[in-house]
Every structure is written in structure tokens, then in C-alpha cells.
Nanobody, 132 residues
Framework: QVRLVESGGGLVQAGDSLRLTCTLS????????VGWFRQAPGLERDLVAA?????????YYGDSVKGRFTIFGDSTKSTVFLQMTSLRPEDSAQYYC????????????????????????WGQGSQVTVSS
């Protein structure tokens, strides 16, 4: 019912910036949580950033990207962005956009945002490679 398509990935040098775009389509009116995850070969798929874009725009970030990445979006346009700055080689991964319909209590939001199970819909991913 909901499709997500990532775009904007590519090959950049360490220290560069890059903006990823997640475009949602289909039945998006019940989407409250949108997140970016990433997965490098042999590693777990971990949260990069998440936003409750219909619930006050609260955002949450993975520890390794705090202060460098920013998630923002426009629910009226069904678009979410991930602005990445000061990129490092260890940021290289397949980046996935994901969305969920559950509305969590504020006290549960951060924990929920970090769990893959909170997201029902997933995109196919976009590769980001950062060279040193």
C-alpha cells in the first residue's frame, strides 16, 4: 500500500556532504514514523535517523551520526530528506528509507524509532560510498 523510493546516493570523498531523498507514494495518510537505516556488508541494519513527521517532528539519531546528519521532511509532499555532512568512510553503507503507521506514546518514541519492527514499509535502498 505504501511505496518508498530512495535517491541521492553516490560516491563522495571524506568530508563531503550528501542529501538523500525518500519519496513516499500510495496510502501515506497513516504514516507517522519515517526513518533512515543503513547496513554495511556483514553488519546489522541500524537506525541512522527517524522523524515523527505528524507528531511534532520529534527526531532521533544514531550515536555515530549525531551532529553530522539531519532528518527533515514535508508530510504534505510525502518526502523525507537525510542531509549528511562531514562524511566518513565508515558511513559507507546501503541506506534504506522506512515508514510505520503506529503512533507511540512520547515516552516510547525513541525506543520505538530504533527498532526495525516499528516500520512496516521499506524501500530498496541507495548506496552511499565515502572514500578516504
Amino acid at each position: 500500500q505504501v511505496r518508498l523510493v530512495e535517491s541521492g546516493g553516490g560516491l563522495v570523498q571524506a568530508g563531503d556532504s550528501l542529501r538523500l531523498t525518500c519519496t513516499l507514494s500510495g496510502r501515506t495518510s497513516n504514516i507517522y514514523l519515517v526513518g533512515w537505516f543503513r547496513q554495511a556488508p556483514g553488519l546489522e541494519r541500524d537506525l541512522v535517523a527517524a522523524i515523527y513527521w505528524r507528531g511534532g517532528d520529534e527526531t532521533y539519531y544514531g550515536d555515530s551520526v549525531k551532529g553530522r546528519f539531519t532528518i527533515f521532511g514535508d508530510s504534505t509532499k510525502s518526502t523525507v530528506f537525510l542531509q549528511m555532512t562531514s562524511l566518513r568512510p565508515e558511513d559507507s553503507a546501503q541506506y534504506y528509507c522506512a515508514a510505520g503507521t503506529s503512533l507511540f506514546r512520547r515516552a516510547e518514541q525513541e525506543v520505538a524509532a530504533r527498532r526495525r519492527e516499528s516500520y512496516e514499509f521499506w524501500g530498496q535502498g541507495s548506496q552511499v560510498t565515502v572514500s578516504s
